[in-house]
């Protein structure tokens, strides 16, 4: 081969790798898992990570290694646990930073399926309720929680917990609130006749109750998170298999942009930089599958899913369809489910848990990375680690 030619290979190849990484936050050892879904308070006291888990037995169901720990962010020292099962799939400190929720999903492996929304009265350090829910929000502007039970949505005020108004959804699986506080959004499942589908898109009016935008399609099934942008205009969709869809958010006929990564793996939205940047992060979540199998005495057999233990954030900029070349990775972010599902239908929940907060500054992210990590989120820099404790 000519020098020409070795030129010209060497170009094609350069042109053909992947980009490297501008910032990493390098692996450390820790003890146990990494967090499934972390949160810090809105003024920034507090941080909390929750971690997936086993049960002791099949009844009572009870937690072993899992559950929610609050640790006080700048000394670090644990403040709080509580142990659960399952995979947890949201943390969250309402805004004035006196409740704490979270939601726990579990499937066994056959027909069993409990979900948990648990609400935490802070000061008291114990649960003050919990519904049979797959996912809720706190209204960032108020004293209220929303709770996706099995056929709608309740807004609940916290001070009393009684019910304000309903929203009208049938199986609701993730919900956001604008910043605003006036607009909430929800996956969940969509109705034409008799027959439903859980590619649904809605938009509410949290004033009136009414759905003020409703879609369907645009591979919504495989949607299982949701962002809006800082000034409430935008709504932005993660998917399984590298997807995800910017939205108007008060819009029900606009197309949305789609953003394509190379990856199998589900993306999780958050907004960056004040608004400016769009990140979307890779989530390496190493779930459990199911199938039947009639020779084995139980029914069925489980098997392990396979995934990189690194997740990647990339940066988008307002109009790009391409990500700049501006790209983080975590490498020790991968994280384990136990919420089994069918080989066919792993588009579910806990594929795109919230494992990546912004603290209200914005200096600060909280990952599940290392455990639980929070980081300068301009340089990648690790301010602190959390273990839990017991």
Request: with cysteine; charged share 25%.
């Amino acid at each position: 081969m000519n020098t020409f030619s070795s030129w010209l290979l060497l170009i094609g190849m350069l042109a053909e790798a992947p980009p490297k990484p501008v910032v990493t936050v390098p692996a450390i050892k820790h003890k146990g898992d990494n967090a499934a879904a972390v949160a810090i308070s809105a003024d920034g006291a507090l941080v909390a990570a929750a971690y997936g888990g086993p049960s002791t037995t099949r009844f009572p169901l009870e937690g072993t290694t899992g559950g929610v720990w609050v640790w006080d962010r700048k000394t670090g020292k644990p403040l709080y646990s509580l142990r659960d099962f399952g995979s947890i799939l949201r943390v969250e400190f309402s805004r004035d930073g006196r409740y704490l929720a979270y939601t726990r999903i579990y499937t066994p492996g056959d027909s069993i399926h409990t979900a948990r929304t648990a609400l935490i009265d802070w000061k008291a350090r114990k649960v003050v309720h919990h519904w049979e829910a797959d996912c809720f929000a706190f209204d960032p502007t108020g004293d209220r929680i929303l709770v996706g039970t099995s056929d709608h949505i309740r807004l609940i005020e916290l001070a009393t917990l009684k019910e304000q108004k309903t929203l009208g959804i049938s199986s609701p699986r993730c919900l956001a609130v604008s910043p605003d506080g006036k607009q909430v959004a929800a996956l969940g499942t969509f109705w034409q006749g008799r027959r439903g589908s859980p590619d649904g898109l809605y938009v509410f009016n949290l004033e009136t109750g009414k759905a003020i935008v409703t879609r369907h399609g645009e591979n919504l099934h495989k949607a299982q998170s949701l962002a809006f942008s800082p000034d409430g205009k935008e709504l932005v969709s993660g998917h399984d298999g590298g997807e995800a869809r910017r939205w108007p958010a008060s819009d029900a006929t606009a197309k949305p942009r789609l953003l394509t990564l190379d990856t199998p793996l589900a993306l999780f939205p958050l907004f960056l930089d004040g608004g400016k940047t769009l990140g979307l992060v890779t989530q390496p979540a190493n779930g459990l599958h199911w199938d039947y199998d009639r020779t084995d005495p139980s029914g069925f057999k489980v098997e392990k899913g396979k995934t990189p233990p690194w997740a990647d954030l990339h940066r988008f900029e307002p109009e790009a369809a391409e990500p700049r070349p501006v790209l983080w990775r975590f490498q020790d972010a991968g994280y384990r489910t136990f919420y089994a599902r069918f080989r066919t239908t792993r588009g579910t929940p806990e594929v795109n848990s919230r494992r990546y907060v912004l603290s209200s500054d914005g200096k600060t992210i909280v990952l599940g990375c290392n455990g639980c990590t929070l980081i300068d989120a301009r340089t990648g820099k690790i301010e602190i680690r959390l273990e839990p404790k017991d």
